[in-house]
């Protein structure tokens, strides 16, 4: 198996509409070789105009830098595109801690403005 097997095997992705937003749920790890699946899935569903996204984390084991750059990198994309992306979740204790010390808590939940 190589390693993009493996990395698919280690995050799940899903994306629903509900209420006016769309929804993509992540679960698993979050990293560096997963993270590139993450960025297609968030670019596609906002090129694909959605208006409001919610990023749920709850089920995410495991979160580096790396995919604190693409959720950072989607949410600058759809601002630029009029666009809301915001991460939602409870939190596992490893994500709440990388946010913290990021100081990205409050940006990266927070909807940002249109």
Known sequence: MGQGDDADSRMDLSV???S???IVRVAGEVDYLTSPRLADELEGVLAAGAGWVDVEF????FCDCAALGVLIRARQKAQAAG???????SF???VSRLLAVMELTSVLTAPNSR
């Open 58 to 61: 709850t089920d995410v084991s």
């Open 92 to 94: 596992q204790p490893s």
């Open 16 to 18: 629903a509409g509900a």
């Open 83 to 89: 666009a809301r992306l915001r991460l939602r979740g």
């Open 20 to 22: 006016g937003r769309t």
